[in-house]
Nanobody, 115 residues
């Protein structure tokens, strides 16, 4: 099992930026996919961005061109740079990591974007 701790959420105005970070309890070199999901009030949790062990990435259409995911296996971290934030980006953002076929989750960090 992988313990994941997110940080970096907060309250910003539309058009501003935030950077989320997630630290894993084990070496990033022993983790497969890592990524970010989000869940807005009354909605299902949805994929935001994911990154493979080799650095390949995939993004939700709604964030392409605005968000950038990265990982540092030596520091056991995955980050999400969020630019040009919109009110519809408001949600709890969850870090996720896959290891041995199991998906692990952090507790989430709140991102609120005021318009």
């Amino acid at each position: 099992q992988v313990q994941l701790v997110e940080s970096g959420g907060g309250l910003v105005q539309a058009g501003e930026s935030l950077r989320l970070s997630c630290v894993a309890s084990i070496s990033g070199f022993s983790i497969g996919l890592m990524g970010w999901y989000r869940q807005a009030p009354g909605k299902q949790r949805e994929l935001v961005a994911i990154i493979g062990a080799g650095g390949s990435t995939n993004y939700a259409d709604s964030v392409k061109g605005r968000f950038t995911i990265s990982r540092d296996n030596a520091k056991n971290t995955v980050s999400l740079q969020m630019n040009s934030l919109k009110s519809e980006d408001t949600a709890v953002y969850y870090c996720t990591a896959y290891r041995f076929g199991m998906q692990n989750w952090g507790r989430g960090t709140q991102v609120t974007v005021s318009s």
